[in-house]
T-cell receptor, first 112, second 112 residues
Framework: EPEVTQTPSHQVTQMGQEVILRCVPI?????FYWYRQILGQKVEFLVS????????KSEIFDDQFSVERPDGSNFTLKIRSTKLEDSAMYFC??????????FGPGTRLTVL | LAKTTQPISMDSYEGQEVNITCSHN???????ITWYQQFPSQGPRFIIQ???TKVTNEVASLFIPADRKSSTLSLPRVSLSDTAVYYCLVGDLSGSARQLTFGSGTQLTVLP
């Protein structure tokens, strides 16, 4: 069964450093998403991406965040200057269209 | 976005049927009802989606009354591995914005 993959599974970084979280969506999917979940809290939408551009973004997705689809398979989330409060699980998801979104296993980001 | 209300937690025993009800009094005409499951440190996983009446798949059933102001996820004969958080989501899937808005969910604990 096809699945969304994410790397790394755990990323530890110093405050102020840049991090790039990587995702490989399901190959025939057209819509890509990033969500995050701070420990013990709700899953929060960050951004959706379609046709090589951002479709929608939340208030969380400020100028420190960016997304890119550098090639035909990868979908990345970059945080330019990490803050302590960026520590969370980051989930990538993809969908073929309307309906089910398939989530990856997540990257646990720890900012020290 | 329609606000959803569901119990914070539920306990059940192995082999029992579990029904989790979600209230969404201000559901809009174009809104669908979707349920996701999340295990600790994993991404959410789609369970079932419906618009009205009853939908059944290999893992669950979804009951939606005629007024659509609530919905019930039914899990037949639960096992210990069904212990997870279950989220009820309500939203319009017809537009370009397909962000999922997660609430706090229902923590289901299946006891032996």
């Amino acid at each position: 069964e096809p699945e969304v993959t994410q790397t790394p599974s755990h990323q530890v970084t110093q405050m102020g450093q840049e991090v790039i979280l990587r995702c490989v969506p399901i190959s025939n999917h057209l819509y890509f998403y990033w969500y995050r979940q701070i420990l013990g809290q709700k899953v929060e939408f960050l951004v959706s991406f379609y046709n090589n551009e951002i479709s929608e973004k939340s208030e969380i997705f400020d100028d420190q965040f960016s997304v890119e689809r550098p090639d035909g398979s990868n979908f990345t989330l970059k945080i330019r200057s990490t803050k302590l409060e960026d520590s969370a699980m980051y989930f990538c998801a993809s969908s073929a269209g309307i309906g089910e979104q398939f989530f990856g296993p997540g990257t646990r980001l720890t900012v020290l | 976005l329609a606000k959803t209300t569901q119990p914070i937690s539920m306990d059940s025993y192995e082999g029992q049927e579990v029904n989790i009800t979600c209230s969404h009094n201000n559901i809009a005409t174009n809104d669908y009802i979707t349920w996701y499951q999340q295990f600790p440190s994993q991404g959410p996983r789609f369970i079932i989606q419906g618009y009205k009446t009853k939908v059944t798949n290999e893992v669950a059933s979804l009951f939606i009354p005629a007024d659509r102001k609530s919905s019930t996820l039914s899990l037949p004969r639960v096992s210990l591995s069904d212990t997870a958080v279950y989220y009820c989501l309500v939203g319009d899937l017809s537009g370009s914005a397909r962000q999922l808005t997660f609430g706090s969910g229902t923590q289901l604990t299946v006891l032996p």
